[in-house]
């Protein structure tokens, strides 16, 4: 029998569960908590206590490397991850694939199946994940059943909108130094909200999906890592980061246009200027380099989004 990626996770001091299609169900297989899942998706305690909800849910496994969705299939389920990650790739007309987006513990998929639309992208696990299964079938009794699901949705989808959002934004800055840099304070403002460390991560995804998901070259991510790196703001061991100085990451992530790097003519000649350099333009800073003999930087030239042509 051929077998899948995706199984059911099997209960605790129960054999193992056997291989499925990720689509069955298999009865009396339920044994995620719905109390758990409301907890993780951000509802209130308290709120959870005094309803009490006691209903099981479908839990389903995915190995790392395997599919939960598929581009184009049309789902009849909900998911929200437990535990692990996956990443939403979609193929494009030539045939690379794009990175969309990184799903983290908390996070509602395959949220197309509200319409009745197809999956936009396929959703690869980076590592062993499990997720909640919530078939649309079953969706109407669980929110009579518990009022607190509803709820609990639109928190997951409004979360998920501002992520695409964020998403959006590290791929918008010109500089591919910064763009990291808002991936990794993205990332790390994760970890925290998850109560892990914030300062350290682990980094499932390859340079290479990294790359895709900020529009840029895998050299470019090596690139980049090693320049924040030489700047004193983390360290890297292969997948491992540590972030040494994050308030001045983010400080830096905040520069659409990265921290122009002042070559040593250029310091002299603003120091013979007897003037303090302030936020140079990268443009100025190629300008005097390539005509060293110009011995004085205008301050006006630092007020303009441009400096004006030097001629020779």
Not at 36 to 47: I, N, P, Y
Not at 158 to 166: H, I, M, N
Not at 205 to 214: K, P, V
Not at 219 to 225: C, Y
Request: proline share 5%; hydrophobic share 40%; net charge positive.
């Amino acid at each position: 029998m051929q077998t899948t990626d995706v199984t059911q996770a099997p209960a605790t001091a129960a054999p193992t569960a056997p291989v499925c299609h990720r689509n069955a169900r298999v009865p009396g297989a339920d044994k995620g908590r719905l109390r758990d899942l409301l907890a993780q998706l951000g509802v209130d305690l308290h709120a959870i206590d005094a309803t009490n909800p006691q209903l099981s849910l479908t839990l389903w496994h995915v190995r790392q490397g395997g599919t939960l969705l598929l581009e184009g299939e049309l789902s009849r389920t909900l998911y929200v991850v437990r535990s692990g990650s996956l990443k939403s790739a979609k193929t494009l007309e030539d045939g690379y694939q794009k990175i969309l987006s990184l799903a983290l513990p908390g996070e509602l998929l395959g949220s197309e199946a509200l319409h009745g639309g197809p999956q936009p992208s396929t959703l690869i696990a980076l590592e062993e994940t499990t997720v909640y299964g919530l078939p649309l079938r079953d969706l109407g009794d669980l929110r009579l059943h518990c009022p607190l699901v509803d709820g609990a949705l639109q928190m997951a989808l409004s979360r998920q909108l501002a992520r695409a959002a964020d998403t959006a934004a590290m791929s918008s800055a010109v500089s591919s130094d910064v763009r990291l840099a808002r991936f990794l304070i993205w990332m790390s403002t994760r970890m925290a909200d998850m109560g892990q460390s914030s300062r350290r991560i682990l980094l499932r995804m390859g340079r290479r999906d990294i790359a895709s998901l900020l529009c840029i070259t895998h050299e470019t991510v090596s690139r980049a890592f090693t320049s924040l790196a030489d700047s004193g703001y983390l360290t890297i061991d292969r997948k491992e980061v540590e972030i040494l100085d994050i308030e001045g990451l983010r400080a830096f992530a905040r520069c659409s246009r990265g921290l122009p790097r002042a070559s040593e003519s250029v310091r002299h000649a603003t120091e013979s200027a007897g003037e303090v350099p302030t936020a140079w333009d990268a443009s100025l800073a190629t300008a005097l380099t390539a005509h060293p003999r110009e011995k004085k930087v205008p301050a006006l030239w630092r007020r303009q989004a441009k400096p004006p042509k030097i001629r020779s």
